[in-house]
């Protein structure tokens, strides 16, 4: 069946509530749609793999030049990182199985610890949504979470880290909640040098891996000429932290530094999903 003025999206969501048996779409469309009905399959491609790019008249020099230095600016001041990142980044991170449970959990376990995120984000100047997204990545949902490394309840506080906080019961939901978005506030203070979402990000992979990891990232950055206050040079240089040459230029040793990046990577598909759900 054909339709006219009918936007992708909307024919994917009749595909995932099978109103629609298929429909065609782009593959960077498809891909991301899948965030947000996990149970949608993408098909076979029916064309070959196309460039996408701008283009003008080949006499109209003054329309190309503002279009040069309009990316010029936008790459500069970070703008076209961040729409790649909301558009175009990690659309190939799909686990259908963890979507489908994150689906589920926003709506049979996120509801009752709202409240106290929702106060809490307030309170310490985040996007409630963010903070649920890490509370997800970090537990589940799950106050009585544990990992191997000793670190627990909601917000996998260590207990150091807990002490340096407030807190007393790592279990206990409002308190962990509290501890984790304030300790999280004080890792942000430390990276005033970043711009906008960018020193989100870098605080997102600190809480993950710790302020002394993202020191050496840093570092190792400049050494390789890239900007070290953002976000897209640490993702290049986090990794590196497991090599034995890159090792010997850290003051802090080892570090599995692809977990930094995969743990942001996949907090930043929680916080899509909750923010196109008008969550």
Same mark, same amino acid.
């Given at each position: 069946?054909?339709?006219?003025?009918?936007?992708?999206?909307?024919?994917?969501?009749?595909?995932?509530?099978?109103?629609?048996?298929?429909?065609?779409?782009?593959?960077?469309?498809?891909? *991301?749609? =899948?965030?947000?009905?996990?149970?949608?399959?993408?098909?076979?491609?029916?064309?070959?793999?196309?460039? *996408?790019?701008?283009?003008?008249?080949?006499?109209?020099?003054?329309?190309?030049?503002?279009?040069?230095?309009?990316?010029?600016?936008?790459?500069?001041?970070?703008? %076209?990182?961040?729409?790649?990142?909301?558009?175009?980044?990690?659309?190939?991170? %799909?686990?259908?199985?963890?979507? /489908?449970?994150?689906?589920? =959990?926003?709506?049979?376990?996120?509801?009752?610890?709202?409240?106290?995120?929702?106060?809490?984000?307030?309170?310490?100047?985040?996007?409630?949504?963010?903070?649920?997204?890490?509370?997800?990545?970090?537990?589940?949902?799950?106050?009585?979470?544990?990992?191997?490394?000793?670190?627990?309840?909601?917000?996998? *506080?260590?207990?150091?880290?807990?002490?340096?906080?407030?807190?007393?019961?790592?279990?206990?939901?409002?308190?962990?909640? =509290?501890?984790?978005?304030?300790?999280?506030?004080?890792?942000?203070?430390?990276?005033?040098?970043?711009?906008?979402?960018?020193?989100?990000?870098?605080?997102?992979?600190?809480?993950?891996?710790?302020?002394?990891?993202?020191?050496?990232?840093?570092?190792?950055?400049?050494?390789?000429?890239?900007?070290?206050?953002?976000?897209?040079?640490?993702?290049?240089?986090?990794?590196?932290?497991?090599?034995?040459?890159?090792? /010997?230029?850290?003051?802090?040793?080892?570090?599995?530094?692809?977990?930094?990046?995969?743990?942001?990577?996949?907090?930043?598909?929680? %916080?899509?999903?909750?923010?196109?759900?008008?969550?």
């Amino acid at each position: 069946m054909l339709q006219d003025d009918v936007p992708t999206e909307e024919l994917i969501r009749q595909v995932a509530d099978k109103e629609i048996e298929v429909t065609v779409a782009d593959s960077i469309i498809g891909e *991301l749609n =899948r965030r947000y009905y996990p149970n949608i399959k993408i098909g076979i491609p029916i064309e070959e793999p196309q460039s *996408l790019g701008w283009a003008v008249r080949k006499e109209d020099n003054a329309l190309l030049s503002e279009i040069d230095t309009f990316f010029e600016k936008i790459k500069a001041d970070g703008t %076209f990182d961040d729409i790649y990142r909301g558009y175009y980044a990690n659309v190939q991170i %799909f686990d259908r199985f963890d979507l /489908k449970k994150f689906h589920q =959990r926003i709506n049979t376990r996120l509801p009752k610890y709202e409240t106290i995120i929702k106060k809490t984000a307030k309170q310490y100047g985040f996007d409630w949504r963010l903070i649920a997204a890490i509370i997800y990545q970090e537990s589940h949902f799950n106050p009585r979470a544990r990992s191997h490394s000793g670190v627990r309840g909601l917000m996998q *506080l260590t207990k150091p880290t807990a002490q340096e906080m407030g807190v007393t019961n790592r279990l206990d939901p409002e308190q962990s909640i =509290r501890g984790g978005v304030k300790y999280l506030r004080k890792l942000y203070e430390l990276y005033d040098e970043a711009q906008g979402f960018d020193r989100t990000l870098i605080t997102l992979a600190s809480y993950n891996v710790g302020p002394r990891h993202i020191a050496s990232a840093k570092s190792i950055a400049l050494k390789k000429g890239l900007d070290p206050r953002k976000w897209s040079s640490l993702e290049q240089t986090l990794p590196l932290l497991c090599y034995e040459k890159y090792i /010997k230029m850290s003051k802090h040793g080892y570090c599995r530094g692809i977990e930094p990046v995969r743990y942001v990577n996949r907090i930043l598909t929680y %916080f899509d999903i909750l923010r196109r759900q008008g969550i």
